[in-house]
């Protein structure tokens, strides 16, 4: 077995109440390339922001080459031999290559002066060990995202780096450079190096990676070598298996056979979303399962107007409908909670009242106002119902804890009495009791009458909730399974085995 | 002790008596514009007793007061544009050749329709607002469209019709000031109603009509959502687009108002020079009257605050009789000391310094 060149232990980091990563750790040996697998949340960035200087860690040690480091800075870490190539290319796109490759280390003339003659020289140099030939004068925006990649590791390169971490670099690049990008780790793995790789694509993690982590609520679960662990045991361990919470799972109330409230045929969107077909009835839950990056969202989007759908039918009500907007969808009847929570959901400096009646509003239109009694029984309603906790409805929601600003979008397409109600990982980043109110109350509206299209990672929640799943897997509909389907089936369906 | 007096020191309880309601007035958003322009008034009164004095002659009401209203109005009616447009994340740097181009418009239509003849009616005055009320608008659209649909940065997309405009002034006006001899014209910006200047019941009437759209229809809320987050306010389902473009409309619509008054008032129109550098000022009113530059939080009537200061000052220089070539400068120092004033920030240090001396000195 090869030597180790990092090996991280009893990592921890808290942000103020969060712990964000708990006794984690890392080893990453010369000459591999290492996979770093788990959910959003599951501790992957804190751990790299660790090892990489961004954050000091609360405790535990870092060992590079035998050797205690404690990198303060990106500066520290990289001149210790660790470079990182993050999701989004964090150079700078007004500068020329040559700039972006020796930024912070230019090579000096005897009077201090840079010596751009051998800057570029050296530039050049490093791209051509990853094959590509470019004008290194030109600015590095003139170039496409995935030589704007390769400069990025080519800058790692240059810092001759024991350990590369390559942070998600794949989710914006196509088949062909990936492939492209595959073939730089492999001849950098064969020089040595130890390359620590962060993706949400399975089958990526197959193709190049000799050893997996697995983190999941910042905790280690366990290293693998990928050969041992098939998909399905991959997922499994990414996704964990929750103690049974309280079965919400009520006989299935919607017929197969009524007509459809929402019932899209083949739609998609160009870089998006391959052609989907979904039917969801009344007062049923459907679940949409599947990786980050696997479709959901992209498909809760069109469904709501958010993007335009380019290709395939959907019908509302048996109606063709052609949503342009959001607030198409909110006439007709349609809800959505955002993944997003705090970019796309709450308005942080409007009150919880002001939040509350914000769609409903707008759906009301700008000329009819509700009058303010009105508003403050709403939302005092909410707050009592889903039991939001607040100082008073005038406070401004940005005050609320994450589970209760959810609680407040949730509310605020409450009030506009949805007849599907789209919750897009609704329960993510909020504590359990939170979580568990939330699901309860959907069960119930949707007993009611409401449909409910449940987006979530989490294979229990799913199971426990919805009267049918589907599974997206690469930006398709895998295939629909029964709400009482066994967990095992709905992980493979993920894991597309 | 006795346990019926609350408090040993007597000081204690007036000063915190006199201390919870003033920190509530300062908490209350327009306490620092008022207070800014009652100093800068109390100031003027100080140094030239005559300053604060009315008087009533002809029917009409005269005095400093009503000369800083009348000539605030123009910039008050921008401000009150750029206040939406500002709220909304916008920003409108054209506001000043609009006013140029709509007061050109204003004259040339006046005069076309023979103003100038010897008994022209009304129908010059209705032609020519009508005439510059609708090069406004369109004016407006142009920016929306490069805003919104372009998706240029405001300030780029308005700079483009604050160069050229001026220019399209020119082409209206053939490079000459128009000069309009028709009485019914200059009453806009010169005439006096119920004995107060026309132009204050304009400015009264446009704050009255924003403020009931803003509080009474839910623009107000829309306004707000946008200008703080207009991805969740597109994700609610308001449509942030439409209002947007509204409200460059709308603020351009303002500044074709405040160009009639402007040419009204001097009953002629000047391309190059009307409404020169009035976009800064009118920023520097909504900044004043407490808008966050960053959008989402406004005030109508802080910005009609800020552009009263901001005549004041100028009426103050004039008054006190500084010489044409420091005007400027002085103008310069005191917005610098206003600016100070409502700088929570600078006022946090001031506080906190004066603390530590008084620690120090006990």
Redesign the interface.
């Known amino acids: 077995m090869p030597a180790l060149v990092l090996e991280a232990q009893g990592l921890g980091k808290r942000y103020g109440a969060t712990v964000a990563l708990d006794d984690a750790g890392l080893r990453l040996r010369a000459g591999e390339v290492h996979a770093l697998m788990g959910q959003n949340g599951a501790g992957k960035s804190t751990l790299i922001k660790l090892l990489t200087g961004v954050e000091r860690s609360d405790g535990g040690r870092i060992v590079l080459d035998g050797r205690d480091i404690a990198p303060a800075t990106p500066l520290e870490a990289q001149r210790e031999g660790i470079s990182t190539v993050y999701q989004e290319v964090n150079l700078c796109p007004n500068l020329s290559v040559a700039e972006n490759i020796c930024a912070g280390r230019y090579p000096r003339r005897r009077w201090g002066g840079i010596d751009w003659t051998r800057a570029r020289a050296e530039a050049r140099t490093l791209l051509r060990e990853l094959n590509l030939d470019i004008d290194v004068d030109l600015p590095l925006a003139s170039y496409p995202v995935a030589v704007q990649q390769m400069v990025a590791i080519a800058r790692a390169l240059g810092v001759s780096a024991k350990v590369l971490i390559l942070d998600e670099p794949t989710s914006s690049l196509d088949e062909g450079e990936v492939r492209e990008l595959f073939r730089v780790m492999r001849r950098l793995r064969e020089r040595g190096m130890a390359i620590l790789f962060v993706t949400h694509f399975l089958d990526q993690v197959y193709a190049i990676c000799d050893r997996i982590t697995v983190l999941r609520n910042g905790r280690n679960v366990g290293e693998f070598a990928a050969a041992e662990l098939p998909p399905p045991a991959l997922v499994a361990a990414m996704v964990g298996r929750e103690v049974e919470l309280a079965g919400a799972h009520g006989a299935a109330a919607a017929a197969g056979d009524a007509p459809a409230l929402v019932e899209a045929e083949g739609i998609g969107a160009r870089g998006k979303l391959h052609p989907v077909d979904l039917r969801l009835h009344a007062g049923e839950v459907l679940g949409l399962g599947g990786l980050l990056g696997s479709g959901r969202t992209e498909l809760a989007r069109l469904l709501f107007g958010l993007d335009r759908i380019e290709v395939g039918r959907l019908r509302i009500d048996g109606a063709d409908v052609d949503l342009r907007h959001p607030a198409d969808a909110v006439r007709r009847g349609l809800a959505l909670c955002p993944e997003e929570r705090k970019t796309e959901g709450i308005v942080a400096e409007l009150s919880v009242r002001e939040n509350v009646v914000l769609a409903l509003q707008a759906r009301t239109g700008w000329r009819r106002c509700l009058p303010r009694a009105r508003q403050e029984s709403l939302a005092r309603h909410f707050v009592e119902l889903l039991g939001i906790k607040t100082a008073d409805i005038e406070t401004p929601v940005g005050a609320l804890s994450g589970g209760n600003q959810q609680k407040v979008v949730l509310a605020r397409w409450l009030a506009t009495e949805p007849r599907l109600l789209v919750l897009d990982e609704p329960t993510r980043g909020i504590d359990i009791a939170a979580k568990q109110e939330i699901m309860g109350e959907v069960v119930k509206l949707a007993r009611g009458g409401m449909a409910v299209l449940f987006i979530s990672a989490e294979i229990d929640e799913l199971t426990r909730l919805c009267d049918r799943i589907a599974v997206m897997r690469e930006r398709r509909k895998a295939g629909e399974l029964p709400g009482d389907a066994d967990g095992a089936r709905v992980l493979a369906m993920i894991a597309g085995h | 002790m006795s346990p019926q007096s609350p408090s040993p020191d007597p000081a204690l309880p007036r000063s915190a008596r006199f201390a919870a309601p003033l920190r509530r007035a300062a908490a209350w958003p327009l306490f620092w514009p008022l207070l800014t322009l009652a100093l800068l008034l109390a100031g003027n009164g100080l140094f030239n007793p005559g300053f604060l004095s009315l008087r009533w002659q002809d029917g009409h009401l005269y005095g400093n007061l009503v000369d800083i209203a009348n000539r605030a109005a123009p910039l008050a009616v921008v401000s009150l544009g750029m206040t939406l447009v500002i709220a909304v994340r916008g920003l409108d740097i054209s506001v000043g050749a609009v006013l140029a181009i709509c007061a050109t418009v204003a004259a040339w239509v006046v005069v076309r329709a023979g103003g100038g003849d010897a008994a022209p009616g009304l129908l010059p005055l209705g032609l020519g607002i009508l005439a510059a009320l609708a090069v406004a608008l369109a004016c407006g659209a142009w920016n929306a469209t490069l805003v919104l649909k372009a998706g240029m940065q405001p300030i780029v997309a308005t700079l483009v019709l604050m160069v050229a405009g001026r220019g399209i002034a020119q082409l209206v006006s053939g490079g000459q000031i128009i000069t309009v001899y028709y009485p019914p014209y200059a009453f806009l910006g010169g005439g006096f109603l119920f004995g107060l200047p026309f132009p204050v019941y304009v400015v009264a009437g446009l704050f009255l009509g924003l403020y009931l759209a803003t509080e ?4 107000g ?2 306004v ?2 946008i200008g ?2 207009p ?9 942030a687009r439409a ?1 947007t473009a509204a409200a460059y409309v709308f603020c351009a619509f303002c500044a074709g108002v405040a160009g009639l008054l402007v040419s009204s008032n001097v009953s002629s129109a000047d391309a190059n020079n009307a409404g020169l550098m009035l976009e800064l000022d009118a920023i520097l009113a909504v900044c004043l009257g407490g808008t966050a530059l960053t959008g ?2 406004f005030s109508l009537a802080g910005s009609v605050l800020g552009a009263l200061i901001i005549q004041t000052l100028t009426s103050t220089i004039y008054a006190a009789g500084v010489p044409p070539q420091v005007n400027l400068v002085v103008k310069a120092a005191l917005v610098f000391a206003v600016m100070l004033l409502q700088s929570a920030e600078f006022r946090g240090e001031v506080r906190r310094r004066l603390a530590r001396g008084a620690g120090a000195g006990a």
């Open positions: 009474r229809t839910a623009l809320l829309f707000r959502s703080h987050n991805q969740a306010a597109h994700v609610a389902g308001v449509r209002i989402g939080r």
